[in-house]
Structure formats: C-alpha cells, structure tokens
C-alpha cells in the first residue's frame, strides 16, 4: 500500500534513506512506501574522498528527494577511527543536502527498534525479514542469519536503510492519520 505522508503540510512524496559506513554506504529510495530503487555503493579510502561524494550527488541528481533519512546512533564524546569516517560522510551528505535545498531528517535508533518491536521483530534479521517481506525487490538479497563471529554482509545497509525510511515514513503517518502502516501492508 503506497501513501504520501503529510508533514507541516508538505507531502513527502520521495524519500532517500541512507546507511553509512567507512567504505560503503546502503540506500533506498522510497515513494510514500513504494521501493523506487535501492543498492549499496562501495568505494576506496576514506569516505569523504571525491569518489564517495560523487556517488551521492549522483543518486541526489538523479532521484531528486524531497526528504533524505539517516539512522542517528547518537554520538561518542572520542569517536573511534571508522566513526570518524561516518561523521566525515554524513558530513558530506549534509553539505550536499544543503547545496541542493533538501532537508535531512535523522531517526534515532531506538525509534527504530521500537517501531519494529511493535511489528513483533526483535533482532537484526528479523527485522531484515520483515523488509524482505514488505518489499519483494529486496528479498532476494536477504542476507542469512550471521552467527557472532562473522561479519555483517554486504547488502546489510540496504536493509538498514529501508528500516530508517520505514521508521521515519510511519512517524509521518501517524502524526497525520492514527494509525502507522504495518509491515507487508
């Protein structure tokens, strides 16, 4: 079921998710809660290098949001080394953002627990399932559950991304209507 969510009385009607880390970052791209497009960009280096920045201005150009989303994990007083690269990337998102009259709305992690705790989804891959569920596009890059040990897969961003946007875009709607979207609706 696709929606526009209302906000201010402004309709959001595209949204762009982001999920950032060092060397990569996941993103999806949401009309109300239809999937548009989705992937995850890698690059080398640092990620405020000009090949990093020139993959977002890129997505920014061609989708055109009205609304970009990040996940805010609040910060640390001493950010460590790969923090410091995600604060450099959200850096250059925001400036980008700015440059291009788009607002940056951040979702802090907790409200996306809770949104999806709410839809009976506890951990990382059940919420990834839910998503997979929700967005058949995705579900093929639906990443098996991980045990400890083991790194996070690639295409995990995608999944975070979209959970932000879910989060953010049910917000939306239940300020407008009293009832946020369910998963798989």
């Known amino acids: 079921m696709a ?6 009385g402004v309709i959001v009607r595209k949204v762009i ?4 880390r060092p060397r990569r970052f996941g993103f999806v791209v949401l009309e109300g809660l ?6 995850v960009r ?8 000009v090949g ?3 993959k977002i201005e890129s997505l920014l150009d061609f989708h055109q949001p009205h609304r970009i989303v990040v996940m805010d994990r609040g910060g640390r007083i001493a950010p460590t080394e790969p923090e410091k690269a995600v604060l450099q ?7 980008e953002a ?4 788009i607002k ?3 979702v802090p992690t907790n409200r996306i627990r809770g949104y999806f705790a709410k839809q009976g989804c506890g951990t990382k891959h059940e919420i990834a399932s839910a998503i997979a569920r929700s967005f058949e596009p995705l579900a093929w890059k639906l990443p098996p559950k991980r045990k400890p040990w083991q790194r996070e897969p690639y295409h995990a961003l995608m999944f975070d991304a979209a959970a932000t946007a879910m989060t953010f875009l049910s917000e939306r709607k239940s300020s407008v209507t009293s009832k946020a979207p369910q998963l798989g609706e």
């Not at 700015?98 to 009259?101: G, L, N, P």
């Open 104 to 106: 940056v709305s951040r």
């Open 17 to 20: 998710a982001f999920e950032i």
């Open 3 to 8: 929606y526009a969510a209302k906000e201010q």
């Open 34 to 39: 239809e999937l548009v497009d989705w992937g």
């Open 52 to 54: 990093s920045i020139k």
């Open 89 to 95: 990337g959200m850096t250059a998102l925001r400036s």
């Open 98 to 101: 700015s440059r291009r009259d």
């Open 42 to 49: 890698g690059y080398g280096g640092k990620l405020a290098t």
